[in-house]
């Protein structure tokens, strides 16, 4: 192998390396954003869960007195 084919192979295998190690490390935080995404979820769901019967007396009281007023 010439010295120039050799140093294009070297940077090309030190560039892939490189490139692989970025590509799993931004594997590895879209992981970690994604978990946390679903927690988020997780707990406005269980919120708005938990928010639908106080709304929905509000929501009766009022038409009560909308009736009588």
Do not use: C
């Amino acid at each position: 192998m010439k010295g120039g084919e050799g140093n294009f192979q070297k940077s090309w295998e030190y560039g892939a390396k490189q490139l692989g190690e970025a590509v799993l490390e931004t594997t590895e935080v879209v992981k970690v954003v994604h978990q946390a995404y679903s927690g988020v979820d997780g707990a406005i769901a269980g919120a708005v869960s938990t928010l639908q019967q106080p709304l929905g007396m509000i929501d009766q009281a009022v038409s009560q007195l909308n009736r009588r007023g």
